[in-house]
């Protein structure tokens, strides 16, 4: 872990940091500077923290009633929907990236079956910043309804029974019963999707507009194309110090289980 | 081992052809890169992959998919390194890749050149196409325009960037381009804007005289005609991220006209993944750019006499043959030097010249200066 992950991080830091001029090498924040007053840059990290911030408020409204709903419910149509919320787990995101063109792009199935009903064409996600905040819903479904689930195990039924009993409607449990319990995982789960979005590359740079781009494909075109390996790195470090944050959400939540466990 | 000596061994092997044979008849497995698209990588592993090994037995190709990232770039990296410390590069050929790089490569002898290389068939190249002796040319392609017959009439197609550039305002919503670093097709429709911006004349920008004072005007002024027609494109400023997806909103029906490769325009057409009523034309003012893939093979390859073998054979009548018929390209041998009954039948497609745009500073510089000043032109109601 040394060598993979932390060497190639602190080094990564000091390239950013270190520069070598004609008068000798010596520690300059140039490079952090550019990008801070850069607006292209800015507004390329702005679309980003917007496309994640977007995604995972969609990703959660309806994550939560599905888990919620296939913790409670039996039966043949609960087993289906834990089929269809799992599905995507198994669907490589690039085939689900040309998937979505095919069916959500110009002239696709959906504008097909709405002119055969001879309704209006729908104005096509595809190269817009929807495009990619359908294309992270779908694809991060899973996680986050099977970490969701795991933490609803935590609500026991004894426990909704006992507030049903004393009066409780459907809200107050979810309020006050299940909420509370399910917090970690609703956090660990926001935290593993930001994690993963933030740095996102497939969806992106397929569904996505030309600009302003996402972190991801603007740090790989940075690197390659503009040949500009010092502010490709600028980008890398200013997205991992803002995942780093999510980071400790994550660490924290599971700590604070095991101290509770633990007591 | 010193370049020259190991270019001996390339002349010996090829001058007793029955010899190479013989030193193959052990199992050699040369190591052959592509960073080009789905329809190279397959026309390798599916045509000259299966004819190679058949006339040569024991040696096999393995087609080495190098796209994304840093492409061939950090493979020639890394065979310049292994150069240098004496060790092997696990790399015979590229199919596809720029001489000039790594910087210094040609300098320190990384790469084979073919002039002394003695190659059988290098007399019979096409002079246009050669860049450099260290680059074979076994393939080209250029840029043109693929257009949809039935909502555009052959006779109105347009034939110059100012009869493209009306057609295009003319027909909101109806053309689109792709990101000019994801893929030819865009990349050099963006050149010709640049061309168009700088006199017409691709001999202004050369790979050696991109000057950070001066240059960025020059691409400014191309921006500036992108950024004119912008609004006019599809989706009002949208722009697919690579050559196949420009080719997939034309199958779609969902914009009328589109640049594409000459090449997977043809393939397209012939696999039925664009219909029969395509039409595809040249801007006759200036033809958008193309260019001869070039081949490199490195001087310190494992198999270098085999890879020097192959090299010979991509240059044969049959494979040059298979280049026009199978991946709709041009070949890298003289048209006149292949049967008669070929050149008439592609008559249309011969180029008589080929514009070309250097790489190197003026690619970053493009890159660079289109997304800062030509993407985020988009107007969204």
New interface residues.
């Given amino acids: 872990m040394g060598t993979l992950i932390v060497w190639p991080i602190v080094r990564a830091i000091l390239d950013t940091l270190i520069v070598t001029g004609p008068e000798g090498t010596r520690v300059s924040l140039a490079s952090y500077r550019f990008f801070f007053n850069d607006g292209y840059s800015l507004g390329n990290l702005r679309i980003t923290a917007w496309t994640t911030a977007v995604s995972v408020a969609i990703l959660m409204t309806i994550a939560l009633p599905i888990s919620i709903y296939l913790r409670f419910a039996t039966g043949r149509v609960a087993a289906v929907v834990q089929a269809l919320a799992i599905f995507p787990l198994f669907v490589p995101s690039i085939i689900l990236a040309y998937a979505f063109i095919r069916v959500l792009g110009p002239n696709g199935m959906v504008d097909i079956i709405l002119n055969s009903a001879g309704l209006p064409r729908i104005r096509s996600p595809y190269l817009t910043v929807w495009g990619p905040v359908i294309g992270f819903v779908w694809d991060n479904m899973p996680l986050s309804v099977v970490i969701l689930m795991a933490g609803l195990s935590n609500v026991t039924n004894h426990a909704v029974e006992a507030a049903r009993d004393v009066g409780a409607g459907r809200i107050a449990v979810l309020v006050h019963i299940i909420l509370p319990r399910i917090w970690p995982s609703i956090l660990v789960a926001t935290s593993f999707v930001v994690l993963g979005l933030f740095s996102a590359f497939t969806f992106p740079y397929l569904l996505g507009p030309a600009a302003p781009e996402m972190m991801g494909p603007f740090m790989l075109r940075t690197f390659g194309d503009v040949m500009d390996p010092v502010q490709a790195r600028t980008q890398a470090v200013v997205t991992f110090a803002i995942c780093a944050v999510f980071g400790w959400f994550y660490v924290r939540s599971i700590a604070r289980n095991r101290a509770r466990a633990a007591a | 081992m010193k370049r020259r000596d190991l270019i001996k061994i390339g002349l010996a092997g090829l001058a007793t052809p029955t010899l190479v044979r013989v030193a193959h008849a052990q199992t050699a497995t040369l190591n052959m890169y592509t960073n080009s698209d789905a329809n190279i990588s397959d026309f390798w592993t599916n045509i000259i992959k299966p004819a190679f090994e058949a006339a040569n037995p024991g040696v096999s190709i393995n087609v080495v998919i190098a796209r994304?990232?840093?492409?061939t770039?950090v493979i020639a990296e890394r065979a310049l390194a292994a150069l240098q410390t004496g060790t092997g590069p696990q790399l015979d050929m590229i199919e596809q890749h720029d001489p000039m790089l790594p910087a210094g490569g040609i300098d320190a002898g990384l790469w084979v050149n073919w002039a002394e290389a003695g190659l059988a068939n290098y007399g019979r190249v096409n002079p246009l196409a050669i860049q450099t002796p260290f680059g074979l040319p076994y393939r080209g392609s250029q840029v043109l325009l693929a257009y949809d017959t039935t909502k555009l009439s052959p006779a109105d197609a347009p034939r110059t960037w100012a009869e493209l550039s009306d057609w295009i305002k003319a027909n909101p919503g109806q053309f689109i381009y792709n990101?000019p670093?994801k893929g030819g097709s865009g990349g050099n429709f963006v050149r010709r804007a640049i061309h168009e911006a700088n006199g017409r004349d691709p001999s202004v920008f050369r790979i050696d005289n991109f000057d950070a004072a001066t240059s960025p005007a020059m691409l400014e002024a191309g921006f500036a005609l992108l950024s004119d027609l912008a609004p006019h494109l599809?989706?009002n400023g949208?722009?697919?991220?690579g050559n196949a997806?420009s080719i997939?909103?034309l199958a779609?029906?969902?914009v009328t006209m589109i640049p594409a490769w000459s090449d997977m325009a043809l393939q397209a057409i012939n696999q039925g993944v664009l219909p029969e009523t395509t039409g595809l034309i040249q801007l006759q003012d200036l033809a958008l750019a193309g260019g001869f893939s070039q081949s490199v093979v490195a001087s310190n390859a494992e198999n270098l006499e085999a890879a020097v073998a192959l090299a010979d054979f991509i240059l044969s009548d049959a494979m040059q043959t298979a280049v026009i018929t199978e991946i709709g390209g041009f070949p890298g041998v003289s048209w006149d030097v292949l049967p008669a009954e070929l050149r008439e039948r592609y008559a249309d497609v011969v180029p008589t010249s080929i514009p070309t745009f250097p790489g190197g500073d003026w690619?970053?510089a493009i890159?660079?200066g289109w997304?800062?000043t030509v993407?985020?032109n988009?107007t969204?109601d």
């Fill in positions: 994304e990232g840093g492409g770039g990101r670093d599809f989706d949208a722009y697919t991220s997806n997939q909103l779609q029906g969902a690619g970053a890159s660079d997304y800062r993407a985020p988009v969204r």
